[in-house]
């Protein structure tokens, strides 16, 4: 019998994905300080979160595979977290207009268990292109991406402010890398097909 498949995430974004396998899964809040450490890079930053999440909720699960996933978006070495607001998307979308982020994204299967853990970073690049102040007020007004990383859904309408994107996993980029998700969950037993 396969164990308990707990998210321990919060994101309605994550659970979507998630779904797309067909396994019954719970999900779970795995209240985190989500802090970087005094000189930690963006991308163990985004590792470790993704462990610390899986073994937040361990305790409630004890015998579960726990999925954490974080995901941390940078340009020359600055962190874009989530705007939360309109004012703060319109400034992140005149930032990144031109550049190129990568969005990476931890990903930790915790086996709660026998103690395992599998931790993998999935990078994205996303190239934006050059956005006029119009385009991004257009843009936000109808699809306001306040709770999105770099301010923009590559899911949604979001992919018209983008020129290009670059990465193993489109799902990475929404916040849980499938793919290595499923390596991992067969590394423990799991028969996904």
């Known amino acids: 019998m396969m164990p308990t498949l707990v998210l ?3 994101s309605p974004y994550r659970r979507e994905l998630l779904a797309r396998l067909g396994l ?8 985190t300080d989500e802090s970087p450490l005094p000189g ?9 979160l993704s462990e610390a999440k899986a ?12 999925i954490g996933s974080d ?17 703060r ?35 994205t690049l996303v190239s934006f292109r050059q956005l006029g102040d119009l ?10 991406a306040y709770n999105c990383a770099g301010s923009a859904k590559s899911e949604g309408l979001g992919i018209a402010l983008l020129s290009s994107l670059q990465g193993d996993d489109p799902n990475a980029l929404v916040g849980l890398p499938l793919i290595a998700l499923c390596d ?3 590394e423990e037993g799991v028969a996904i097909l």
Do not use: W
Not at 24 to 31: I, M
Not at 40 to 48: H, K, T, V
């Open 135 to 144: 385009e991004i007020e257009n843009y936000l007004r109808r699809e306001p």
């Open 8 to 10: 321990a995430s919060t």
């Open 24 to 31: 019954p899964f719970a999900v779970a809040n795995p209240q």
């Open 55 to 66: 073994r937040a909720v361990a305790d409630t699960y004890p015998d579960a595979l726990i």
């Open 184 to 186: 991992m969950l067969r």
């Open 89 to 123: 998307a319109v400034a992140q979308l005149r930032e990144l207009s031109g550049k190129t982020v990568n969005f990476f994204t931890g990903l930790c299967l915790y086996n709660s268990r026998s103690g395992r853990s599998q931790v993998q970073g999935v990078p």
């Open 71 to 87: 995901q941390v978006a940078t340009v020359d070495g600055k962190i874009y977290g989530k705007p939360g607001d309109h004012q």
């Open 40 to 48: 930690e890079s963006p991308e163990a930053l985004a590792l470790r």
